[in-house]
């Protein structure tokens, strides 16, 4: 089992950054294929960003691609999204997941597939 813990967030203006953290706890970060979502009020919880086991792989919500990098440290136990070029669209709660059932160099993108989740992140963007 492992617990994940997001900082990171706040309030940014319209084209800013954020560097988002997911600090994890146990000794087996490295046999999980990490993840970000995020959700706003009245909305489903949608995929953003995901890494794979080795930090090898990515994938992105199209969205944001080329504006969020994610990435994580397993000598740490901690995942990142840095976030540039903000926009009021990004807007929303941002989670952390752990998904155990994943490849080496393959990524995570459905909520399904993430066993653990964080209890999230606020981010507000500021037109």
């Known amino acids: 089992q492992v617990q994940l813990a997001e900082s990171g967030g706040g309030l940014v203006q319209a084209g800013g950054s954020l560097r988002l953290s997911c600090a994890a706890s146990g000794r087996t970060f490295s046999s999980y294929g990490m993840g970000w979502f995020r959700q706003c009020p009245g909305k489903e919880r949608e995929f953003v960003a995901a890494?794979?086991?080795?930090?090898?792989?990515?994938a992105y919500l199209d969205s944001v691609k080329g504006r969020f990098t994610i990435s994580r440290d397993n000598a740490k136990n901690t995942v990142y999204l840095q976030m540039n070029s903000l926009k009021p669209e990004d807007t929303a709660v941002y989670y952390c997941?752990?998904?155990?059932?994943?490849?080496?160099?393959?990524?995570?993108?459905?909520?399904?597939?993430?066993?653990?989740w964080g209890p999230g992140t606020q981010v507000t963007v500021s037109s």
């Open positions: 890494v794979s086991r080795s930090g090898g792989s990515t």
């Open positions: 997941a752990a998904a155990s059932l994943v490849g080496l160099w393959s990524t995570a993108r459905k909520r399904g597939d993430y066993d653990y």
